[in-house]
Structure formats: C-alpha cells, structure tokens
C-alpha cells in the first residue's frame, strides 16, 4: 500500500507541475510550487497508516469483547456480584435523581410561583408560633390583599421507647 501510495502521490505532483508550467513556471519552480500546494508527502502518508490501522483496531476491540464476555462466562460469581453492584448503583442513584427531580429542579405547579408568599404569626416579642387553624381561618375570613390563603403545619419530632433519644 505504501509503494502504491507513493506512485498515486507522484502522479499527483507531476500533474500539479504540469498545471504551473502550463502557466508559465520554469519546471524547478513548477516542481517546488506542486511540493508545497500538495503538502507534506510524509504527513500524508502517516494519515493513511492510521486510517488503515482503524479498521485493525475495530478488529482488536472485537476481540477483547468477545474475550472479556468469554472470561465473564468462566468466574459466574464474580459476574453475578458486579452486575448486582451496577444494578443497585444504578437504581440507587435513578432514585435519588427522580426525588432531586421532582423536588428541586421541576417548577412549582402554579400559574404564577413568584407571586406566592408565605408568612408566620409571632408574639409580641417577635417569638414565632405555631398559628392556631382559628386564627387561619379568622385571616383567611377578613382576606382583602391574596387571593388563597393556605395553611400547613410542620413539626420535628423523633420517635423512640420509653429511653430518652441519643
């Protein structure tokens, strides 16, 4: 292939030579001339070798598939044990992309979510309550400014035995 590499590249300089001493050129400076618009000879051939090694390196992948899928089938243990890892890692981490999902990245489900307000009832002192569903309703009866008013109540608490928790 590199011989006829060579003789295809001859045949395309001495055609590019022909053209500039049709031209004009004297054939040193028509030959030069076609050396430097054709390119580097060497640069050009390295290109084909790697376009040629392509294909023996699609054969030599193959190969190792089928190599590896052959040496899987021997140690089923060890198959059986990294496919199960794969499985759970990749369910594990579906699942925590699905909460992520649907609880940060997904917009609220209303109309307008910029225009939602959320507010807490506080003493005198300023000291934050937990605001009775009287008084929910009370505000919500004498509403003038929101549209909706909704109420929600949030509690932490930790669920143990007689022991005090750790």
Same mark, same amino acid.
């Given at each position: 292939?590199?011989?006829?590499?060579?003789?295809?590249?001859? *045949?395309?300089? /001495?055609?590019?030579?022909?053209?500039? *001493?049709?031209?004009?050129? $004297?054939?040193?400076?028509?030959?030069?001339?076609?050396?430097?618009?054709?390119?580097?000879?060497?640069?050009?051939?390295?290109?084909?070798?790697?376009?040629?090694?392509? $294909?023996?390196?699609? /054969? *030599?992948?193959?190969? /190792?598939?089928?190599?590896?899928?052959?040496?899987?089938?021997?140690?089923?243990?060890?198959?059986?044990?990294?496919?199960?890892?794969?499985?759970?890692? *990749?369910?594990?981490?579906?699942?925590?992309?699905?909460?992520?999902?649907?609880?940060?990245?997904?917009?609220?489900?209303?109309?307008?979510?910029?225009?939602?307000?959320?507010?807490?009832?506080?003493?005198?002192?300023?000291?934050?309550?937990?605001? $009775?569903?009287?008084?929910?309703?009370?505000?919500?009866?004498?509403?003038?400014?929101?549209?909706?008013?909704?109420?929600?109540?949030?509690?932490?608490?930790?669920?143990? /035995? $007689?022991?005090?928790?750790?």
């Amino acid at each position: 292939m590199d011989q006829e590499f060579e003789e295809e590249s001859k *045949i395309h300089l /001495d055609m590019l030579a022909g053209r500039f *001493i049709a031209q004009g050129m $004297s054939p040193m400076d028509a030959h030069f001339a076609a050396r430097r618009q054709f390119g580097g000879v060497t640069q050009v051939k390295d290109e084909l070798r790697e376009m040629r090694a392509l $294909s023996a390196v699609v /054969d *030599i992948l193959a190969q /190792d598939v089928r190599h590896a899928f052959r040496q899987l089938g021997k140690a089923r243990g060890f198959t059986a044990a990294a496919a199960l890892t794969l499985a759970l890692g *990749i369910g594990a981490s579906t699942a925590v992309f699905a909460v992520l999902d649907a609880v940060v990245l997904r917009p609220l489900p209303f109309a307008e979510p910029d225009r939602l307000t959320a507010f807490r009832s506080a003493d005198a002192r300023g000291v934050p309550h937990q605001l $009775s569903y009287p008084d929910f309703f009370d505000y919500r009866k004498q509403n003038e400014v929101f549209e909706h008013l909704v109420s929600y109540r949030d509690a932490d608490f930790t669920l143990s /035995d $007689s022991l005090p928790p750790l």
